[in-house]
């Protein structure tokens, strides 16, 4: 146990809720240290980053081998701008170097399928939405560790589902792909560091052998409080976390044009069955 393990789990919490593990090592002190970062320096990434990016997000686990998956890299000034506009004006994809837009990708099984005229009966079912959405998210976040070891911060950007056609249009996508997210990547600023943001208490999250909401209202309770000191803290709304959830899901409106993600993959060529 070390008290920098003790203090990264309490930045995670914003309590001393757990006790570090004997076997504490870098790359825990890493994974608890994650931070959205949303401020980029114009520092440009070493040639050879996007590559090794890469590398980790493959020797993610991919559903069967199957590896349907994709990700566009975009780093033109003027494809950038467009996508942030897209994307709700989040200004940091143009400020960040590279924007990488993660896509599940199901048009590389169906153009093989072709070439051995096959058709792939088991392939329009959201099952196979699923796998490529999955397989997506895991090999975003792999690359997410790996630039972090690196010193890079990122910002995962699910606005650009605010209008996958739209995405999909700029980036020149074939049919059966769809953008699952963005990552804005780049060196963080110093100005204003980004800061570990606290996470629900384990007792909401880990359940023993069954699931039970037992004592759930105590625990939230506590990381209304916790949430709307870190809040406090940073100089922000202190809003305690089930306030938020509940403003973020109580209109459509919140959606942003996602509530319109079943018409739109109908057309961009996924069966939904
Ligand atoms: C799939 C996904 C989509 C996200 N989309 C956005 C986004 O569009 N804009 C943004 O500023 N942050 C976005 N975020 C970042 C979250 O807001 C952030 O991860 C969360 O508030 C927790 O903060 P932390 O990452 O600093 O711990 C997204 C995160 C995920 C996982």
């Not at 953008?179 to 208490?201: H, I, N, Q």
Request: hydrophobic share 40%; net charge negative.
């Amino acid at each position: 146990m070390t008290t920098n393990a003790q203090s990264k789990l309490a930045a995670r919490y914003g309590a001393h809720d757990i006790a570090p593990l004997d076997a504490w090592n870098e790359t825990l002190d890493q994974l608890l240290d994650h931070r959205s970062v949303r401020s980029f320096t114009d520092q440009p990434l070493p040639e050879g980053t996007l590559e090794t990016l890469v590398a980790a997000a493959q020797s993610a686990s991919t559903s069967s081998n199957l590896q349907v998956w994709s990700v566009v890299a975009v780093q033109d000034a003027g494809r950038k701008k467009r996508l942030s506009e897209l994307a709700g004006n989040q200004a940091y994809i143009h400020q960040a170097p590279l924007f990488l837009v993660w896509l599940a990708d199901l048009s590389r099984v169906s153009r093989i399928a072709e070439q051995q005229g096959v058709e792939l009966e088991a392939l329009p079912y959201l099952e196979s939405l699923l796998l490529g959405t999955i397989d997506a998210a895991l090999a975003a976040q792999n690359a997410v560790v790996a630039l972090e070891s690196l010193g890079l911060g990122s910002v995962y950007i699910g606005g650009i589902r605010n209008d996958i056609e739209g995405v999909a249009r700029e980036l020149g996508l074939p049919a059966q792909v769809y953008p699952v997210f963005g990552l804005c990547v780049g060196y963080p600023s110093t100005e204003r560091p980004a800061k570990v943001k606290p996470r629900l208490p384990q007792q909401a999250v880990l359940h023993h052998e069954t699931y039970t909401t037992a004592g759930e209202e105590q625990v939230l309770s506590e990381y209304d409080a916790r949430l709307g000191a870190f809040y406090q803290r940073e100089g922000m709304k202190a809003s305690g976390w089930s306030e938020q959830v509940v403003s973020r899901l109580r209109n459509v409106s919140s959606l942003h044009g996602r509530e319109a993600l079943l018409g739109e993959l109908a057309r961009m060529g996924f069966g939904l069955r």
